[in-house]
């Protein structure tokens, strides 16, 4: 198993590994310390060795309740956890949200592993410490930060993942292109697209790292999110939860919404003539150039807005949206209810 990198985020670091294979990654955790609770779902649960203590969680945005969180903390007490034991938890983006909070809250905080098997999840969902579950159909509206110890990444965890959610993970990294402080990624995603939308190892290896940096870039200047940089990587979130919320977090996936989203806030940074205009060309050939179809309008545009109202990522009761200016430059700025209802309809 190879080390990428190390992340900090205040007192905590979190250390990124890359493995070559399943088997190498559950070998390496076994000579973790302490006892280990695995939080699996119905699919990831047949990657895990046989004989290891288990939380087993229905699959979807769905488990993400209380309910889960207290099966995953009634399990470990009654196993006698304690602080210094590990909860690890196997998955995509939502099994490492709720396993992450669980972790966060057992004891005030116990040890956590994040073995992500999905694009989404090992660009976005696992590196910066958020853990989260949703209330309703609000999306992470209750969390904690909380960084994980330790992050393994596999390629091979994406080869039998469905073409759709792999694609879903695209968009995150699409994303992390837009905020980079140079093109390098951008340009690897110009100029290796069918090898990354055929899944080739050799360039998910690069991709993954270079998306991964963008990210420790942000979240190391503002690790619980207060100085407003972190913002930056609510690129595209601020009308792509809205329009997750619209759909009730089963309607759209992450990841169209995300570029969906961005799409968006490109557009309202032409009309303020905030955006380079070749910029924002050459970023919305690149989202077209992946095969995202999501230039759809939003019917119920009163429950859009009301949507909006419910964002966490609120200052002093203003919601701002990230408007990119150029290449790794953004600003943040509340925008006009005309100009989102231009844009979205």
């Not at 488990?63 to 034991?85: C, L, M, P, Q, Y």
């Not at 159909?137 to 994980?148: D, E, R, S, V």
């Not at 329009?243 to 759209?252: A, D, F, H, I, N």
Request: aromatic share 8%; proline share 3%; hydrophobic share 40%.
């Amino acid at each position: 198993m190879q080390t990428l990198f190390s992340c900090t985020l205040g007192p905590k670091t979190t250390v990124v590994h890359f493995s070559e294979s399943i088997p190498s990654i559950f070998e390496n955790v076994a000579s973790l310390t302490g006892q280990h609770l695995y939080v699996c779902d119905s699919l990831t649960a047949a990657m895990l060795p046989s004989t290891v203590l288990r939380v087993e969680l229905t699959r979807g945005e769905s488990a993400k309740n209380w309910e889960s969180i207290e099966h995953i903390v009634t399990v470990a007490e009654s196993n006698n956890f304690g602080r210094d034991d590990r909860i690890i938890a196997v998955g995509g983006g939502v099994i490492c949200d709720i396993g992450a909070f669980a972790a966060s809250i057992y004891m005030r905080g116990c040890n956590l592993t994040l073995i992500p098997t999905t694009l989404l999840a090992m660009v976005d969902a696992t590196l910066g410490g958020k853990t989260a579950i949703d209330l309703g159909n609000i999306k992470n509206l209750i969390g904690t930060f909380y960084p994980a110890q330790e992050i393994i990444l596999c390629p091979d965890t994406l080869e039998t993942l469905p073409d759709n959610e792999y694609h879903n993970g695209l968009g995150e990294v699409l994303k992390h292109a837009l905020l980079a402080q140079s093109d390098d990624l951008f340009l690897f995603l110009e100029t290796h697209h069918r090898a990354i939308l055929e899944r080739d190892k050799d360039s998910l290896k690069p991709l993954l790292e270079a998306s991964l940096r963008v990210k420790k870039y942000y979240i190391e200047q503002d690790a619980l999110e207060e100085q407003g940089v972190r913002d930056a990587l609510n690129l595209g979130h601020t009308f792509g939860h809205a329009l997750e919320s619209v759909g009730k977090l089963s309607q759209y996936a992450h990841g169209e919404a995300v570029v969906w989203g961005i799409k968006k806030a490109l557009q309202s940074g032409l009309r303020l003539g905030l955006t380079n205009p070749a910029f924002a060309k050459r970023s919305m050939a690149l989202l077209d150039l992946y095969g995202f179809d999501v230039d759809f309008e939003v019917s119920d545009t009163q429950q859009f807005l009301k949507a909006l109202q419910s964002d966490k990522k609120k200052r002093n009761a203003t919601l701002r949206f990230v408007i990119m200016e150029d290449q790794g430059r953004y600003t943040l700025i509340p925008l006009e209810q005309s100009l989102i209802l231009s844009v979205i309809s």
